[in-house]
C-alpha cells in the first residue's frame, strides 16, 4: 500500500512557475512508477508525466514537453513537477499516483494508487 499526499499548488499568472511535490508512505515507494495526472473542471483526467522507478526515464505530454520537468527523490520518498511557463490552460486538479508497472505510465488506468489532488490556477 502506497499513500499519496500532494502539495505546492496556487495561483499564478501566466509565465509563471509553481513546484508540485507528492510525498508517498510506504517503504516500497523506490520500487513504484509514478505519475502527474490533471483534471479541468467539465474535463476528463489527462496525463502530465511520469517517471520510472529510479528516475532514469521521463515522459511527457506533449502539452507541457519542455515546459514540465518531474523528478524524483527515493530516499525522500517524493516526487516532485516542476512547473514553468505557466498557461492558462494548465488550470486543473493535479493528482499525483503510483504503479508498479514499467509499461502503459500514460493511461489513468495503469496506476493503483492517487492522492487527493492539488488546484493549480493559472490566471492569464
Known amino acids: 500500500q502506497v499513500q499519496l499526499v500532494e502539495s505546492g499548488g496556487g495561483l499564478v499568472q501566466a509565465g509563471g512557475s509553481l513546484r508540485l511535490s507528492c510525498a508517498a508512505s510506504?517503504?516500497?515507494?523506490?520500487?513504484?512508477?509514478m505519475g502527474w495526472f490533471r483534471q479541468a473542471p467539465g474535463k476528463e483526467r489527462k496525463f502530465v508525466a511520469a517517471?520510472?522507478?529510479?528516475?532514469?526515464?521521463?515522459y511527457y505530454a506533449d502539452s507541457v514537453k519542455g515546459r514540465f520537468t518531474i523528478s524524483r527523490d527515493n530516499a525522500k520518498t517524493t516526487v516532485y513537477l516542476q512547473m514553468n511557463s505557466l498557461k492558462p490552460e494548465d488550470t486543473a486538479v493535479y493528482y499525483c499516483?503510483?504503479?508498479?508497472?514499467?509499461?502503459?505510465?500514460?493511461?489513468?488506468?495503469?496506476?493503483?494508487?492517487w492522492g487527493q489532488g492539488t488546484q493549480v490556477t493559472v490566471s492569464s
Open positions: 510506504g517503504r516500497t515507494f523506490s520500487s513504484y512508477s
Open positions: 499516483a503510483g504503479t508498479r508497472s514499467a509499461y502503459g505510465l500514460g493511461t489513468s488506468s495503469t496506476f493503483d494508487y
Open positions: 517517471i520510472n522507478w529510479s528516475g532514469g526515464r521521463t
